[in-house]
């Protein structure tokens, strides 16, 4: 095609009323959710950016799909399905079907994990490193130089330091190494791919040392599209089949199928080793489910079957990569510091870079997340020191290595007009940011404070 605008590759059947708000009202529904969008109603909302996961819209396909869900408890013909779609893709034969991601994980990294023990990723995504320290575990990230830089541009910022990887192994001793770990794409990160050549090289380092290598394969569909476009050799395959080769350097995986399995929940963990695969499946019965359901109903696993092959579909792939990059680009050109390149599902901002007159331990991200809430009822979450920061022993914040804010962009769901309005309210916050001030934390938890913790305005 010779058009410039990429179009939504479908039409809407259903649609859902969004509720507009005053600011007025927005100041005063802030002020009751401590500051913390997390605990902002829906309908308070206008575009929810909180995230990418289990908001998708499903496909006609998907809904009718549902409608011939097999209920039964063992052996569903639902289950028989998404098996032969999960194996077929992953080319692992074990398959333990979960209700989301972190099941899947608690599942793996609580039985590879317990004291003594560390896990290497590119970078563990929050709920990754939560159920690994949790199970008294170590986890250690090392990403490659350049992705700490957000504005350096890089085809493949997600990749793993593979100099970084070898010496953790040996510094730690093999036997203690519970798993390497490769988020695909890299979230915490930035959304940022992995490519196919860095995958070689840590599949290569793990089986030198006999150490396990498991893909968190989330957002595998999105990282294929980039690796299509941006890695030599990769031009003429399709988007599955480089997925395919992605897993066939791993020993298992991890999947959220909220993000690129297109659906409002489900996920899994797919292995190659039938004793570990053993031992997870007793795990799986007491915590989730039996074998062939998991956490799932049977019409949740006939969406998922659907989901997993409509994600790698050209025109789909083409629009999502195009749409994420579209908001990037226009708040980028206007001003706005953002994470290059755009990633697949999100952009980032740069908060430390937009709000310099405040200080790390005064959380810019979350003073912008605030402003966007107020002043376009725009919803998205910090992905910095609130998220990451932890305190030392006087109680000094230790801050993370950025102050990223993600607007994550839900599959599907929204036109370019609604995408054209965010950044319309981009231009007020880029008038307004030097009057913006910090946040102060006045209540927080354990574990995972972004969820709740609530802030006051400095
Ligand atoms: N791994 C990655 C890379 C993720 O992004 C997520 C979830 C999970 C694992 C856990 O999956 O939510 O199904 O239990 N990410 C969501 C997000 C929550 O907003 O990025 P889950």
């Excluded at 005063?28 to 109603?41: G, I, M, R, S």
């Excluded at 949740?300 to 997993?308: H, I, P």
């Excluded at 680009?329 to 706005?336: F, W």
Aim: charged content about 20%; overall charge negative.
């Amino acid at each position: 095609m010779h058009h410039q605008v990429i179009i939504e590759p479908f039409k809407i059947k259903t649609v859902e009323p969004i509720y507009m708000t005053t600011e007025e009202e927005r100041i005063c529904f802030l002020e009751q959710a401590h500051y913390n969008p997390f605990l902002l109603h829906s309908d308070q909302v206008l575009i929810d950016l909180l995230t990418d996961s289990g908001t998708s819209a499903m496909s006609t396909r998907q809904w009718s799909a549902m409608m011939s869900g097999d209920e039964s408890y063992a052996g569903a013909r639902s289950w028989l399905k998404l098996e032969r779609v999960i194996q077929e893709l992953t080319g692992y034969p074990h398959i333990l079907p979960t209700h989301q991601g972190r099941a899947a994980e608690r599942i793996l990294y609580g039985y590879l994990g317990g004291k003594g023990k560390v896990f290497l990723s590119n970078t563990h995504f929050d709920t990754t490193r939560a159920n690994i320290e949790f199970s008294g575990a170590t986890a250690i990230d090392c990403p490659i130089e350049e992705a700490h830089h957000p504005s350096l541009d890089h085809p493949f910022k997600g990749n793993m330091d593979v100099v970084k990887l070898e010496t953790g192994i040996k510094q730690h001793g093999a036997n203690n190494i519970s798993a390497v770990i490769l988020t695909v794409t890299n979230n915490t990160g930035g959304g940022q791919p992995v490519s196919m050549e860095n995958t070689e090289a840590i599949s290569a380092r793990c089986r030198k040392y006999g150490v396990l290598f498991i893909i968190d394969a989330c957002r595998v569909a999105e990282n294929a599209y980039f690796i299509k476009h941006r890695e030599k050799g990769y031009e003429n395959k399709p988007y599955k089949q480089i997925a395919q080769e992605m897993f066939s350097l791993a020993d298992g995986c991890v999947m959220s199928a909220k993000k690129d399995g297109l659906v409002n929940i489900g996920g899994f963990l797919a292995l190659q080793d039938n004793q570990i695969s053993d031992a997870c499946t007793n795990l799986l019965i007491i915590t989730e489910g039996f074998t062939t359901y998991g956490g799932l109903a049977g019409r949740d696993m006939e969406a998922m079957a659907v989901g997993l092959e409509e994600v790698f579909e050209e025109d789909y792939l083409k629009y999502r990569i195009r749409s994420t990059q579209y908001l990037g680009e226009k708040i980028s050109d206007m001003g706005i510091p953002i994470m290059l390149p755009v990633g697949g599902h999100a952009v980032y901002v740069d908060s430390k870079a937009l709000y310099p007159h405040i200080p790390v331990d005064q959380y810019p991200g979350q003073a912008l997340v605030c402003e966007l809430y107020l002043k376009g009822g725009i919803r998205c979450v910090e992905v910095g020191s609130v998220m990451f920061g932890r305190q030392d022993e006087q109680g000094q914040l230790i801050p993370a290595s950025m102050e990223l804010v993600r607007l994550a962009i839900p599959r599907r769901v929204y036109t370019q007009s609604h995408v054209d309005y965010v950044i319309e309210v981009f231009q007020e916050i880029l008038d307004t940011k030097n009057s913006v001030r910090g946040m102060r934390i006045t209540h927080e938890p354990k574990l995972l404070r972004h969820f709740s913790a609530h802030f006051e305005r400095i």
